[in-house]
């Protein structure tokens, strides 16, 4: 019964699906709600959806162990629960978890116009996620083994664990960030790149990544449902930081550190653009016509203004626009 390891994805699919209500409720009674800027009207709506996923993913996590553990009978991924793996599935589950509440801190501060969250400062952001690396720090994981190019194999012994892991763990949790401000963005983008890495982590074997890229997969299509546009809830840094810690998590758990870099290569090119306007460039726009216009007129400082500045593209064309590219982009991993 090979296939009822996706059992535990439509489980977290519908977990997400009948939570999301509740949390979009929750959320609009204690007030934490932000402007919808891409909308003429810029209504309020509940910030912090990463929550949902959250949720959806642990449940998922732990219906996986819970068969393991006494109908090991029923599913043969090939994940034996020694262990080792064991460690691994915590570990990386408690990575995933505390990203995820520091993106909510991150959320809980709404200024006064309700323009957007105020909270972290920037420098702080880095520092917290940091210690949202420590799990997949202190066990050993992966491979320390790394092709570089023009170098070739390098060993990189113990600083893999001490340098590269926090470095790229701080460096993917942020990064996801910086490229979001349209209904659907995040998570379109997340459905595509999770799957994809899901997929190859699989048939390379790597089975813990296939299960933590599977649930994420599920949880977000479960959510887009309500993310898409018009929202009904925005998925917040608590989303963001998610997403991000979920393909670095993918990555060092997977052994699949280039398949990771190259789904992040939107991510690489926003923080170039975003670089020539010292991170202060907004993606979204304002509202004309059932368009979405640049605020920054015809400069490029985001690869969303590439659409937002010709003001002939809706918020539903962008987003699926950047879907489309980024199944492009992921796709050259099988090469």
């Given at each position: 019964m090979k296939y009822f390891v996706f059992l535990y994805g439509i489980f977290s699919f519908f977990v997400v699906l009948f939570i999301t209500p509740w949390l979009i409720r929750y959320l609009?009674?204690?007030?934490?709600?932000?402007?919808?800027?891409?909308?003429?009207?810029?209504?309020?709506?509940?910030?912090?959806?990463?929550?949902?996923?959250?949720f959806g993913i642990m449940a998922g996590l732990m219906l996986f162990l819970f068969v393991?553990?006494?109908?090991?009978?029923?599913?043969?991924?090939?994940?034996?629960?020694?262990n080792y793996n064991l460690v691994?599935?915590?570990?990386?589950?408690l990575s995933i978890l505390t990203v995820t509440i520091i993106g909510f801190l991150d959320d809980l501060i709404i200024d006064k116009s309700h323009d957007g969250s105020v909270g972290l400062k920037q420098w702080q952001k880095p520092l917290l996620t940091l210690i949202a690396a420590v799990p997949l720090m202190v066990i050993k994981i992966g491979t320390t083994d790394m092709g570089l190019p023009f170098i070739g194999v390098v060993d990189f012994g113990i600083f893999y664990a001490l340098i590269l892991v926090p470095l790229g763990f701080v460096g993917s949790s942020n990064m996801v960030n910086m490229l979001a401000g349209f209904n659907g963005l995040e998570a379109g983008m997340g459905i595509v790149y999770t799957g994809m890495l899901g997929l190859y982590a699989y048939v390379n074997d790597s089975?813990?990544?296939?299960?933590i890229a599977l649930l994420t997969f599920c949880s977000l299509i479960a959510f887009f449902i309500y993310n898409r546009s018009p929202a009904k809830i925005l998925p917040g840094d608590s989303l963001t930081y998610l997403l991000g810690a979920i393909i670095a998590v993918i990555a060092i758990v997977g052994n699949l550190e280039r398949a990771a870099l190259i789904c992040s290569i939107p991510f690489i090119l926003e923080l170039i653009l975003k670089s020539r306007a010292r991170l202060h460039a907004h993606n979204y726009g304002y509202f004309k016509d059932g368009k979405i216009m640049s605020l920054h007129g015809?400069?490029?400082?985001?690869?969303?203004?590439?659409?937002?500045r010709t003001g002939r593209f809706t918020e539903n064309q962008i987003v699926y626009s950047f879907m489309i590219i980024e199944l492009i982009i992921s796709s050259l991993i099988w090469i």
């Open positions: 609009k009674k204690i007030g934490l709600v932000v402007k919808d800027q891409n909308k003429e009207s810029k209504p309020l709506v509940p910030i912090s959806g990463g929550l949902a996923v959250l393991r553990t006494f109908f090991s009978g029923f599913t043969t991924i090939g994940l034996v629960l020694n691994v599935l915590f570990s990386a589950a089975y813990v990544a296939a299960l015809k400069h490029v400082y985001s690869l969303t203004h590439l659409f937002t």
